[in-house]
């Protein structure tokens, strides 16, 4: 290791070629993400105008050959700027979608506990949400009941199904109905 005038050790961090290709790799597949995501979620990443520019241009081309040179330009704009911003904003929706998937789980899970066990699951719930609309809540197993033995489509389940979702989105159902179905 070569010494400065100053006394201080300077050590220089080699990059193996396999490994650039990997950040590389990396960073293709990125821009292939970037470029497929639906316009919504792409708004809410922080992109610089003239990655954003890139990605749309690349939205536009239909040329197979046209499109893979856009694509490698886009990696190349991201290997130019820091990707790490753009990569925590991917991870951060990626999480809010699971936590929705999340959400919708349990309150199916809910809704098919209470239909399957009426007053006994109506009891599991207002013991853990005092909150919950006891009688709404008996009102929709009883239609539900009646329309899946009529063989008629599951207007009450949904309804039923929306008063759970809503009641998930003010405080988390207990996860006690996922457990048991």
């Excluded at 098919?112 to 709404?136: F, P, T």
């Amino acid at each position: 290791m070569p010494e400065s005038k100053d006394n201080f050790t300077e050590t220089i961090e080699v990059i193996s070629k396999s490994q650039r290709r990997r950040d590389a790799l990396e960073l293709k597949s990125l821009a292939r993400d970037l470029i497929a995501m639906n316009a919504s979620r792409l708004a809410r990443v922080p992109l610089d105008e003239s990655l954003r520019a890139a990605i749309d241009e690349a939205r536009r081309i239909r040329s197979h050959g046209a499109r893979k040179r856009q694509l490698q330009f886009v990696a190349k704009l991201l290997r130019r700027s820091d990707p790490e911003p753009i990569i925590l904003a991917l991870e951060a929706l990626e999480g809010d979608a699971l936590q929705l998937t999340a959400r919708q789980h349990r309150a199916e899970a809910w809704r098919d506990h209470l239909i399957e066990s009426g007053d006994v699951a109506v009891g599991e719930l207002v013991q853990e949400r005092h909150n919950a609309d006891v009688q709404a809540i008996r009102q929709y197993i009883r239609q539900a009941r009646t329309e899946a033995s009529r063989d008629k489509p599951p207007a009450a389940a949904r309804q039923l199904f929306r008063l759970l979702r809503e009641m998930d989105e003010a405080e988390p159902l207990p996860r006690q109905a996922v457990n048991r179905t």
